[in-house]
Antibody
């Protein structure tokens, strides 16, 4: 059974870098699927951040421009997300998910982790 | 960017009734690359339907999806108490992947 668990600091200061980790169990991240990050501001809808493959292929939402960096640690079966120069608009629940392809649907989701950007 | 508009914003129904949720795209969604998700309060979204009409693993057959081009529909044939939640559509026909704003299904 595939399970995903997000972790990271719940509070980040404006202009700093948000760093989150998604730990995958029950499935190797080196397999054929992609892995994605999606966020949800309080009381709002879902926003796709990007989809990533362990081979290094990366597909980001242009709205986040170059602020997003993703890395993969296959030895720990983890995917990490960094979002630089954060503002209050980046306050959200951040989800990681298994994605069936670079641009595809998400069939397994983590429970999400809440990040607040505030001084 | 493909913009998805869901209607209605809120749908008030009773258990046992039929629910029809709409998702309209600003341009044609190629190859019916559209999915539906259910999100309950405090939980992550759950995949219900992919490729417009294929049910995800473990999803009851009272959930069905249809549509093509720019108009898509999620139908719940007979509402169960656990079906009251927020529903989102998502297109994956091109970049960026986008979601609709959601339909709240309330008792």
């Amino acid at each position: 059974q595939v399970q995903l668990q997000e972790s990271g600091p719940g509070l980040v200061k404006p202009s700093e870098t948000l760093s989150l980790t998604c730990t995958v169990s029950g499935y190797s991240i080196s397999s054929s699927y992609y892995w994605g990050w999606i966020r949800q501001p309080p009381g709002k809808g879902l926003e796709w951040i990007g989809s990533f493959h362990s081979s290094g292929s990366t597909y980001n939402n242009p709205s986040l421009k170059s602020r997003v960096t993703v890395s993969v640690d296959t030895s720990k079966n983890q995917i990490s997300l960094s979002l630089s120069a954060v503002t209050a608009a980046d306050t959200a629940i951040y989800y990681c998910a298994r994605v069936r392809g670079a641009y595809y649907y998400m069939d397994v989701w983590g429970k999400g982790t809440t990040v607040t950007v505030s001084s | 960017e493909i913009v998805l508009t869901q209607s209605p914003g809120t749908l008030s129904l009773s258990p046992g009734e039929r629910a029809t949720l709409s998702c309209r795209a600003s341009q044609s969604v190629a190859s019916t690359y559209l999915a539906w998700y259910q999100q309950k309060l405090g939980q992550a979204p759950r995949l219900l339907i992919y490729d417009a009409s294929s049910r995800a693993t473990g999803i009851p057959d009272r959930f069905s999806g249809s549509g093509s081009g720019t108009d898509f529909t999620l139908t719940i044939s007979r509402l169960e108490p656990e079906d009251f939640a927020v529903y989102y559509c998502q297109q994956y026909a091109g970049s960026p992947i986008t979601f609709g704003q959601g339909t709240r299904l309330e008792i």
